[in-house]
């Protein structure tokens, strides 16, 4: 077991999520291929003919005379030739590829070195620097082959110019690319005091912006650096994830001693005016060092010309117990603005910090839902590969297939050495083990975490690709999907999955339901020695009214607010719908006649076939989902691409930031704002979540991933369960990369869900009672927020071995220990014992009367 706990460990320090735009997978190109970026956005210095015009510089295009060339020679020492796109908006460049001319045959000119220049406004151009200093970018050494090079650090800019570099004069064409993602934060610049040095244990600590791109002196103006390159520091400040730099260089820090008012201010300048919900500040906390999250934020707000005189004002308890670097969400409380100017308090000696991130609800995105034509080049998705090319080389294609020989035979050799470690561990495990459930399940673990289902056979495999992904991130899988793609391996599990049901006269066996409409109702057989697994269908009763078949929604009605996430096929949008009234004839209570918020999840054009049948198999099954705190289809727009599903949104957002935004009201002392909430509607709060799942547990529903984040709220403290959570930037620290593959809510899942990979209700229960939990600590902080990663798993594990030395998430300020001992009863080891939501349901009813 402690081999198992090291490997689990290593796969989820491994799979981490590094930041909030993350390099790593920010590479879509951004469209001087695609076409997505028109002629009139690409200029030039200068052009050689009408024909090498700035237009032709496209990536693998060879339109007129094959690329862009300047009408002179190429300077050595004066670079003024260039080759400009506009991105119309501000992106996060992180990878160009480049081309050189080569017609056919006819010419044979490319830049073997070139420059990158960028711009966020047009007037003031920077020159990028790789993390050494360097300018000079190596280009291409032929005139076909396409070179990628990675920005490290990426840029942020909305112009960029390529600048070819020649020793002597000579000419030169190009062909471009960028690669990289839309800058959703709308940041700028910033400007702060300059980050300073510490002399620690006999070394030198640099704690300045290495690779700030404005005006550095005694303070940092107009500019942006690291505090917005994607990479968060580590624990050990003097240690980097960045090869080969000093020690401090992944953070800016500030010694108390240079400010005698104990404060540092920094200043945030944004694209236009916007909504603020929230500030994630990325702090070091090796406090027995003298370094210390900082103690109060007070931040100041500007629209106009003037800043606004009521901060907000953010104050955090000191921890002496972690040392863990850590995110620190500061709530903004809904503040228009595009100026924001924060006042940290030192809380010891030193203060530092490695990224920033604000969180604000954005103007209309620049996404249609009207049917696009057909010979209408399709968007960049995350799917898209920027390093795929075709290649006619025959020595390519011969190179290609020996490689792709040697990594198949590669890998039947890892694979077999690998399933005889494993063997050799479960023998031992099972000699070890008193525990059966554990015995026969271990194996399904491996497979669980590797997902190595590619070289097994599997008859209930779905090839669906259309889910709720992180953005940017194009491997993502939510939990609903991660066993459900694992083909019936030859192992030993009573696995959590189930074909969704459909109507009782054409059940079909490959029905997928949504991650929240799947059962656990699998029983368990035993041939020649091993385990197989029989999937029960279950025939979910048909809901009163249209039997499922909605109404098709006129897409013209549909105004864009927001997006709240996007996947490899498909997009979610916060939207307004005007005339919604006349399709919801079955639903109760009064309805305004006003235009009403909804999510509208689209599905791409370029879907497959496989992804389009999931999408309208997920539509027939939420379409029968009726209960008052559980979301509601609406409508549907199918009649014509993209596909869309219209569900309930609610006015006041998800529950972690309704609920963050909220002090507790003291007891007895009514409430004289709306800032602050009462331990009553708390508990209504909750036993609302329960009655929700209490309908979905009666239809042996499992939603795997209950969270605040999943709860939106409406008028008069209403809940109602969805989905939306894991779609959104904002919640990436809530999830968990396993391998490079599965993305798991750790925090929120049963020890079973974690070890074995079983989802039943019994494994809601437990993410019930940290939802409580959260409740009741108004997400102040995230669950176990004083462990890492690899931590909860070890935790996990002692939840497992049930040797009393399992840590339990402690008893909220403002819990009583009846509430309390109801969350215990929650997170109990043997499933069995766990409470039903129909008993919960009753219970918090007794609390909240």
């Avoid at 151009?125 to 082959?145: L, M, P, T």
């Avoid at 400010?259 to 994630?280: A, H, I, W, Y």
């Avoid at 020989?405 to 561990?425: C, E, G, N, P, T």
Wanted: charged share 25%; net charge negative; hydrophobic share 40%.
């Amino acid at each position: 077991m402690f081999q198992m706990r090291q490997y689990l460990t290593v796969l989820l320090l491994a799979g981490a999520v590094k930041s909030q735009v993350n390099p790593a997978v920010c590479r879509y190109p951004l469209g001087m291929t695609g076409g997505q970026i028109q002629d009139e956005d690409i200029s030039a210095s200068s052009q050689w003919s009408e024909s090498t015009a700035a237009r032709y510089g496209r990536l693998d295009f060879d339109d007129g005379d094959g690329a862009w060339c300047p009408d002179v020679m190429v300077e050595p020492v004066n670079l003024k030739e260039f080759l400009q796109i506009d991105l119309r908006t501000l992106h996060f460049v992180t990878l160009v590829g480049t081309q050189g001319r080569h017609a056919d045959g006819v010419g044979n000119e490319f830049a073997q070195r070139y420059k990158v220049k960028y711009s966020r406004d047009g007037t003031r151009w920077v020159s990028w620097r790789d993390r050494q200093g360097r300018q000079i970018i190596e280009g291409n050494s032929n005139a076909y082959d396409v070179v990628l090079k990675d920005l490290e650090p990426p840029i942020i800019a909305r112009f960029v110019r390529f600048m070819p570099v020649t020793d002597p004069s000579m000419i030169v064409c190009m062909r471009v690319e960028l690669y990289g993602c839309e800058w959703l934060d709308g940041l700028v610049s910033y400007s702060a005091p300059a980050g300073q040095q510490m002399f620690f244990r006999g070394q030198q600590i640099f704690l300045n912006d290495t690779v700030y791109d404005g005006a550095i002196s005694y303070s940092m103006t107009e500019g942006l650096g690291q505090l917005t390159d994607g990479s968060w520091g580590l624990d050990d400040f003097t240690k980097s994830q960045v090869y080969g730099v000093w020690p401090g260089y992944d953070y800016v820090g500030w010694t108390n001693a240079s400010f005698p008012g104990g404060l540092v201010e920094m200043t945030f300048e944004f694209d236009r005016v916007r909504n603020f919900t929230s500030m994630k500040v990325h702090c070091n906390n090796m406090y027995t060092w003298g370094v210390k999250m900082f103690r109060q934020a007070v931040c100041y707000f500007r629209s106009d010309s003037d800043w606004e005189p009521n901060p907000v004002v953010f104050k955090l308890k000191a921890d002496n117990i972690s040392p863990s670097a850590r995110f620190v969400t500061v709530a903004l409380g809904n503040r228009m603005a595009s100026a924001i100017r924060c006042r940290f308090a030192f809380n010891d000696i030193w203060m530092m910090f490695s990224e920033i991130a604000f969180q604000s609800d954005t103007a209309v995105y620049n996404t249609s839902l009207v049917p696009r034509k057909r010979n209408q080049t399709p968007g960049n998705h995350p799917g898209d590969d920027p390093t795929h090319k075709i290649d006619d080389s025959n020595t390519r294609i011969l190179i290609g297939c020996l490689v792709a020989i040697i990594v198949i035979l590669l890998a039947i050799i890892i694979i077999i050495l690998w399933r005889q470690v494993w063997q050799k561990m479960i023998e031992k495990a099972s000699r070890r083990m008193l525990d059966d459930e554990l015995t026969v399940r271990l194996s399904v673990q491996r497979e669980a975490f590797t997902h190595r289902h590619s070289s097994l056979s599997s008859d209930v495999e779905s090839t669906s690709t259309y889910e709720r992904i992180f953005p940017m991130e194009s491997d993502y899988q939510e939990p609903s999907r991660l066993l459900r793609k694992l083909p019936e391996f030859q192992a030993t599990e009573n696995l959590a999955m189930i074909d969704a049901p459909s109507e009782p006269s054409t059940a079909h066996p490959t029905d997928e339901a949504p991650h929240y409409a799947e059962a656990d109702i699998v029983s368990q057989q035993e041939a020649a020695g091993a385990h197989s697994y029989r999937v029960t269908v279950v025939n979910m009763p048909l809901s009163p009214g249209r039997d499922g078949a909605l109404e098709e929604f006129p897409r013209e009605r549909l105004t864009f607010k927001e997006k709240l996430g996007e996947g490899q096929f498909g997009e979610v949008h916060l939207c307004e719908a005007e005339g919604m009234q006349e399709f919801m004839k079955d639903h109760c209570g009064d309805i305004s006649d006003e235009p009403m918020l909804v999510a509208v999840k689209t599905l791409r054009e370029d879907a497959n076939k496989n992804a389009r049948n999931d999408f309208l198999k997920e539509i027939r099954i939420i379409s029968r989902l009726r209960d008052p705190n559980i979301i509601r289809l609406l409508a549907v727009c199918v009649e014509s691409d993209p596909l869309c599903m219209i569900t309930e949104y609610m006015e006041n957002g998800d529950l972690n930031q309704f609920l963050s935004r909220h002090e507790l009201q003291d007891e007895g002392v009514p409430a004289d704002d709306s800032a602050t909430i009462s331990y009553r509607i708390l508990i209504h709060m909750a036993s609302q979540i329960s009655s929700g799942m209490k309908y979905l547990s009666s239809l042996n529903f499992v939603h795997r991933d209950l969270a605040t984040r999943n709860c939106l709220v409406g008028t008069n403290n209403t809940i109602k369960i969805a989905d939306f959570g894991m779609s959104r930037n904002l919640y990436r620290g809530d999830y968990y990369r396993i391998q490079g593959r599965a993305v798991l809510p750790i925090r929120w899942m049963s020890w079973e869900s974690i070890l074995l990979g079983k989802f039943t209700m019994a494994s809601d229960m437990w993410a019930f009672g940290v939802t409580l939990w959260e409740i009741l600590t108004l997400c102040k902080e995230q669950p176990y927020a004083q462990f890492t990663d690899e931590q909860v798993i070890e935790n996990t594990g002692e939840f497992f071995r049930d040797q009393n030395k399992q840590v339990y998430l402690p008893k909220p300020h403002c819990c009583p220990d009846s509430v309390y001992s109801l969350m215990l009863s929650c997170w109990k080891r043997n499933a069995k014992e766990r409470p039903t939501f129909l008993e919960i349901h009753s219970t918090l009813m007794e609390y909240h009367d």
